[in-house]
């Protein structure tokens, strides 16, 4: 079964984005559904992926857990069967697709990590050598790996919007020096620790995108999902080559898809059964490479 929409009176929505659909439960925490929604593009496509925000929740809480001693995170609760009542009444919409976590402050930029140079960096890296607007050294190929990771923000677009690359002084400029500096420099550390951890089980993290915010205190907080295959690009270590595009296991197979059938990057279509069930099989795939485990709840 897909799950587009979550229907939960007795809950306080406080908004749909294009996976999820946010409650509060409570002053100090809120409730994450991550639905079966599909977006490219910043478009969400018509029909959803079955099982998606099921498997993104519980990478996510994987990666919550392995990068623990990074930096603290969101995350309350990922046991249903701990969440509040009012919680558990829902229980067939949202058992294995919800996190409770903290209500933070959340700082209005996407931390972007790039490991390896692919996307819309290729893209602007073959027109003027730069990504951001940081200068990098000629001659670099497509899908090369970075001497060091490269920390490249963008923007937070409201849906319907695009989200916008920006040079790291820009998130200076909106959030402050102080936590650009911590935003930039934790998000890099999670990065290198994930990329050399999913390299063990035989996956390349091209790149992803944090989010973070900030408590009543200050402490800078790693919040939203982590490390999935909707926020990173995961290649196949075992079939890399530089010079190319790369064979993936996130959903740049749909954004590949789009492309080819001239997609206006505008308006919501349906997807194909067929690449609808490709796109559930690869996220499947990412689970059980990263975790080594098998997807039992779906």
């Given at each position: 079964m897909t799950l587009l929409y979550t229907n939960c009176p007795d809950l306080e929505l406080v908004t749909r984005g294009k996976a999820r659909d946010i409650y509060r439960v409570d002053e100090s925490s809120i409730l994450l559904v991550t639905t079966d929604r599909l977006s490219a593009f910043?478009?969400?496509?018509?029909?959803?992926?079955?099982?998606?925000?099921?498997?993104?929740?519980?990478?996510?809480?994987?990666w919550f857990d392995y990068l623990g001693d990074v930096i603290p995170n969101h995350l309350i609760c990922s046991d249903f069967s701990?969440?509040?009542?009012?919680?558990?009444?829902?229980?067939?919409?949202?058992?294995?697709?919800?996190?409770?976590?903290?209500?933070?402050?959340?700082?209005?930029?996407?931390?972007?990590?790039?490991?390896?140079?692919?996307?819309?960096?290729w893209a602007e890296?073959?027109?003027?050598?730069?990504?951001?607007?940081?200068?990098?050294?000629?001659?670099?190929?497509e899908s090369q790996k970075f001497d060091e990771p490269l920390y490249?923000?963008?923007?937070?677009?409201?849906?319907?919007?695009?989200?916008?690359?920006?040079?790291?002084?820009?998130?200076?400029?909106i959030i402050g020096d102080n936590y650009a500096e911590i935003v930039s420099n934790t998000a890099v550390e999670l990065y290198s620790k994930a990329a050399d951890y999913a390299l063990t089980k035989g996956i390349i993290i091209a790149d992803?995108?944090?989010?973070?915010?900030?408590?009543?205190?200050?402490?800078?907080?790693?919040?939203d999902e982590v490390l999935t295959p909707d926020s990173s690009r995961f290649w196949f270590s075992a079939n890399y080559q530089v010079g190319t595009t790369q064979d993936s296991?996130?959903?740049?197979?749909?954004?590949?898809?789009?492309?080819?059938?001239?997609?206006?990057?505008?308006?919501?279509?349906?997807?194909?059964?067929?690449?609808?069930?490709?796109?559930a099989e690869k996220y499947i795939e990412a689970y059980r490479l990263l975790t080594g485990s098998e997807p039992t709840f779906l």
């Open positions: 910043d478009v969400i496509m018509k029909n959803g992926v079955p099982g998606k925000g099921k498997i993104l929740t519980q990478i996510s809480k994987f701990q969440m509040p009542e009012k919680v558990q009444k829902y229980k067939d919409q949202l058992e294995h697709r919800s996190l409770l976590v903290r209500s933070l402050q959340v700082f209005p930029i996407e931390a972007i990590v790039r490991g390896y140079i692919t996307g819309s960096a890296y073959k027109k003027k050598k730069t990504v951001c607007g940081i200068q990098l050294p000629d001659g670099l190929q490249t923000p963008s923007t937070k677009a409201e849906i319907g919007q695009h989200d916008e690359n920006i040079h790291p002084d820009r998130a200076k400029e992803t995108k944090f989010e973070f915010g900030k408590d009543k205190e200050g402490n800078v907080i790693l919040i296991i996130d959903k740049q197979f749909v954004r590949n898809y789009l492309l080819s059938i001239n997609f206006d990057k505008k308006t919501s279509i349906e997807l194909p059964e067929d690449i609808v069930q490709k796109t």
